[in-house]
């Protein structure tokens, strides 16, 4: 503090731009999107506030309700898949050798040097009805029914007499695949940061007590990477619940989000008052999960202590 005391102009020049910049662009605009969320449309561009709660009443209707609910179930189906692949994935990386690490290190930040757009259209290639995964199937198809051929059981084959590609695009299971896809980074991250910081004494400890692999997974491993398994699923299950544009590429008229109802109350439907209290209802869902994160992590240094 004394230090500070002393150097108060270069404490204000490092202070004071940042805090502009965030009233500016952040709080200010914000602030107009919450005074927005009271307001009533009039005309085609106008909007007057009343400071009336019908928006969030709106909001609260069955079909919004039933929106926000299919976002928050393919969230946390996001957030699970995204848990146990990111698990193995963080802890291969934990006790790879030291020069081997940074590569996958690598591997895993690879994604983020791309653009979202691109890593999505690339997936689109991938899974749609001439992709790479119905490609590699319909070869795999032709050579069974080959080697059936071949062994004289073709006439006995239950394989058809045609390959049919999977409608793997347009559906709820592609925009879980697409989320995992762009959430799956944000989860393996917090888990490495915190298994990299385990003892492995007590690994060490539990198998010479008798202990199986198993055991010690869920008994030392999974305990001591808690705080780790927490910040990953708020990572990720936040920007999972609010995704636009995974949905709406790769989605049908049955799988869009809370956040593409949004987007379309901004742009098409030009109801900038109902479409800021969406926002800000998926904002308060956003503050709880931060809260509960918070909390826990209370809990846990009162554990310590």
């Known amino acids: 503090m004394e230090h500070w005391r002393k150097s108060a102009g270069a404490f204000w020049a ?146 058809g007499e045609r390959f049919e590609p999977l409608q793997m695009l347009y559906n709820n299971t592609a925009v879980v695949i697409g989320l995992v896809y762009v959430g799956l980074p944000f989860m393996v991250l917090p888990l490495y940061a915190a298994l990299d910081r385990l003892d492995r004494s007590y690994i060490e400890a539990s198998l010479d007590l008798g202990a199986g692999h198993i055991r010690t997974f869920w008994s030392v491993v999974v305990p001591l990477a808690l705080p780790g398994i927490a910040s990953g699923i708020v990572i990720t299950f936040i920007p999972t619940l609010g995704s636009f544009l995974t949905p709406d590429l790769l989605g049908g008229p049955d799988s869009q989000m809370i956040a593409n109802v949004i987007e379309r109350q901004f742009k098409s439907a030009n109801h900038w008052p109902f479409g800021s209290a969406l926002s800000f209802l998926l904002m308060y869902a956003t503050f709880f999960g931060l809260a509960v994160r918070a909390l826990m992590s209370r809990n846990e240094q009162r554990g310590i202590r």
């Open 14 to 159: 490092g202070f004071l731009p940042p805090t502009l910049w965030l009233l500016a662009f952040f709080f200010v605009p914000l602030s107009l999107i919450w005074a927005f969320s009271f307001g009533e449309k009039s005309g085609i561009i106008d909007i007057d506030l009343v400071w009336t709660f019908e928006n969030y009443a709106r909001a609260l209707e069955p079909l919004y309700l039933g929106i926000f609910a299919k976002s928050l179930w393919m969230a946390t189906i996001t957030t699970f898949i995204c848990l146990l692949v990111g698990f193995p994935v963080a802890i291969g990386i934990v006790f790879a050798p030291p020069k081997m690490r940074m590569w996958l290190l690598l591997l895993v930040i690879l994604p983020f040097w791309t653009n979202l757009l691109i890593r999505t259209y690339a997936l689109i290639a991938v899974l749609r009805t001439r992709g790479h995964v119905n490609f590699a199937l319909e070869w795999m198809w032709d050579h069974a029914n080959s080697f059936l051929t071949l062994i004289g059981l073709g006439s006995f084959s239950l394989l």
